[in-house]
């Protein structure tokens, strides 16, 4: 297999997920083909580092990715997990164009599309579709942002796990502990705890 042939197998997941959203015509296709690159993160390999302006959108091929804050304590505060077929960006840094006060890192050696903030405004242009598209993908992002910072604030640490396993069940043995506690914004010790009670997700 060749250059162009791997990468075109890399395009096609991403590719049908805009498929899903709304169709692309052939020209629609090729400006993808041409915009977006693809780039391996070695595990514990920064995608973008606090103080740094966020350059990208990615779209994760395979592997999975964290974006996260660290506190003043040291405390490690995961704000979103991306696995394969979901998007990851420090979305305020890459629109602003001012430094990021997040990190994105690699949990696993890790296979993105990205397209740069330069790209995408030129894609926009050639193609008001991605317009519509990233609109989309941004929206949905700051919905699910508002539904994590509610249940944080309303929901109990065994509410907010099993909310995890219903929604995330593909992530619960994938991840390691101190990652989902660090998401849940408990400690790995009470996370084990939840565990042993062998409590089921609600019907």
Same mark, same amino acid.
């Given at each position: 297999?060749?250059?162009?042939?791997?990468?075109?197998?890399?395009? +096609?997941?991403?590719?049908?997920?805009? #498929?899903?959203?709304?169709?692309?015509?052939?020209?629609?296709?090729?400006?993808?083909?041409?915009?977006?690159?693809?780039?391996?993160?070695?595990? $514990? +390999?920064?995608?973008?580092? =606090?103080?740094?302006?966020?350059?990208?959108?990615?779209?994760?091929? $395979?592997?999975?990715?964290?974006?996260?804050?660290?506190?003043?304590?040291?405390?490690?505060? /995961?704000?979103?997990?991306?696995?394969?077929?979901?998007?990851?960006?420090?979305?305020?840094?890459?629109?602003? $164009?001012?430094?990021?006060?997040?990190?994105?890192?690699?949990?696993?050696?890790? /296979?993105?599309? #990205?397209?740069?903030? =330069?790209?995408?405004?030129?894609?926009?242009?050639?193609?008001?579709?991605?317009?519509? /598209?990233? $609109?989309?993908?941004?929206?949905?992002?700051?919905?699910?942002?508002?539904?994590?910072?509610? +249940?944080?604030?309303?929901?109990?640490?065994?509410?907010?796990?099993?909310?995890?396993?219903?929604?995330?069940?593909?992530?619960?043995?994938?991840?390691?502990?101190? #990652?989902?506690?660090?998401?849940?914004? /408990?400690?790995?010790?009470?996370?084990?705890?939840?565990?042993?009670?062998?409590?089921?997700?609600?019907?």
């Amino acid at each position: 297999m060749n250059k162009d042939e791997l990468i075109q197998i890399q395009l +096609q997941p991403l590719l049908d997920y805009f #498929q899903k959203l709304i169709p692309l015509n052939t020209v629609e296709k090729e400006l993808v083909s041409s915009f977006f690159k693809s780039r391996l993160y070695r595990k $514990r +390999q920064y995608v973008l580092q =606090e103080g740094d302006v966020c350059n990208h959108f990615n779209f994760v091929v $395979r592997g999975c990715l964290r974006l996260y804050k660290v506190d003043d304590k040291g405390n490690t505060h /995961i704000i979103h997990f991306a696995v394969e077929n979901w998007w990851i960006s420090e979305i305020g840094s890459f629109h602003s $164009r001012k430094p990021s006060e997040m990190s994105i890192d690699a949990l696993e050696d890790t /296979i993105v599309l #990205q397209i740069s903030y =330069e790209d995408l405004i030129t894609i926009y242009k050639q193609a008001p579709k991605f317009d519509k /598209i990233f $609109r989309v993908l941004i929206e949905n992002s700051y919905v699910s942002l508002q539904k994590r910072m509610l +249940q944080n604030i309303s929901s109990t640490a065994e509410d907010r796990y099993l909310s995890f396993i219903e929604n995330y069940s593909h992530l619960a043995n994938r991840l390691p502990q101190t #990652q989902i506690a660090s998401f849940l914004g /408990i400690t790995p010790e009470f996370l084990s705890r939840l565990r042993n009670k062998q409590v089921s997700p609600k019907s």
